[in-house]
């Protein structure tokens, strides 16, 4: 255990967060997902709700603040699900700030999430529960 770092947060997991880059993207993304298919970094959170993923992850990530949209989701055809209101508070309450959300169709979501330095796998089931996060910087 350490000091303020969330213990959720695996050493790979930690490792993988520092590792990345300015502009790189890590997806979180729900049970149904294919993450293994598709990812270069896997890291599994199995029976882990996305949203408590996700409130760890953005405890530590900053976010781009270079891009109009430094987070995006996985567009559902049938509406705006629910979990879209939690990604929305989780990332406001990050930043300190509304963070604008780009929606991404499914297809297009999974060759980003191919291009992204990580993924998290989650239990989550609820559906369209996946997000993309881009990392910014941080500033002295």
Known sequence: MLKTIDPLLTGDLLAILRDMGHGDEIVLVDANFPAARVAQRLVRLPGLGIDRAAEAILSLLPLDDFVD???AVMACPDGRPE???VFDRLLAEAEGAPVTV????RFDFYERAKR???VVATGE???YA???LKKGVVRA
């Open 69 to 71: 949209a430094p987070a």
């Open 116 to 118: 992204a330095y990580a």
């Open 125 to 127: 089931r609820r559906l």
């Open 130 to 132: 996946n997000l993309i």
């Open 83 to 85: 979990i879209f209101d």
């Open 102 to 105: 780009e929606q991404v169709d």
